[in-house]
């Protein structure tokens, strides 16, 4: 009986070849003689065959116990999948993930992670964005030390708030922080959590300005956006740094948000997306509606009240 053979659409090469549906993935392409990274010899020990599926993911087989232990551990999104381990049921597009020793050797260290976030992933959190009122004309008035030593205060006492909610920073720079809440978890709560978050950011802030106003003659305000979307997390390394942090349009979006705060002189605005997942617990508001730079169309800002 001739076995049933399938198309297999191979996005960097940009070539077809076939593939039966005894053989996996990765001997398909072997025996077409593709470059196909496969460290572990086909063993489903190592992942650098792995492939992201473009088209007809429902051609492929569910993952055995061997493919689902590793996408399990790296928190393999559905279309990611072991070429090894994988056959397909009809035809398919994929782009091989793995090119280089460069690439190889980001994933071997991507085994070391205890994080189970492993590799980059979409998912949808509550993205903060705060910066200090005053810190522009503070960080002309005293010396390079100075600066440093009081932003760094800051951050320390800011982040065990953030963390207290459940957040992580996942970013700073000068007097602004990034923090994003609900990775890897509690999404419907995140802005909630976040609000709470700045909340208690602002308690913390009025001990701390006693010490500006002891040391610096000054004190510090806190403006803050928020929103809720999609976005990519990841791991990101540098080599020389490690991080959890997010991208994508939706981050630029709450960056602008806080931004209008100077605009309405306002403290703390949400966006239409973020308010909607708080508005039992805040019916009150006012609205601000405004253009957001490097995007078209016209936003709904809420101020809780
Ligand atoms: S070749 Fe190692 S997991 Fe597929």
Known sequence: MELASHKVNLFKENITIECTSENTILEATLANHINHTHACGGQGKCSTCRVSVMEGIEHCGSRNDIEQKIASI???????????????TGDIAIRRMVSDKLDMDIISEQFSEDSNSAIGSQQKVTIVFTDIVNYTSFAERFPPYDIVHVLNRYYRIMNNVIQNHNGLISD?????????????????NSVLCAIKAIGEMNVKLDSFNKYL?????????????????NVIVGPF?????????????????????????????????????????????????????????????????????
Do not use: W
């Open 172 to 188: 700073v720079a000068g007097d602004g922080i990034l923090a994003v809440f609900g990775i890897d978890g509690d999404d419907e």
């Open 237 to 305: 390394d540098t080599g020389a740094m490690k991080k959890t942090a997010v991208i994508g349009d939706n981050v630029n979006y709450a960056s602008r948000i806080e931004t209008s705060n100077k605009e309405f002189d306002t403290q703390l605005l949400l966006s239409e997306e973020a308010y909607n997942q708080v508005k039992d617990s805040y019916p009150n508001y006012n609205t601000y509606k405004t253009e957001l730079k490097g995007k078209t169309g016209v936003y709904n800002l809420y101020e809780l009240i």
């Open 74 to 88: 790296l928190n393999f999104p559905s279309e990611i999948r072991l070429a090894c381990q994988t056959k397909i």
């Open 213 to 229: 106003l002891d040391n610096f003659n000054t004190k510090f305000g806190i403006r803050a956006g928020v929103h809720y979307g």
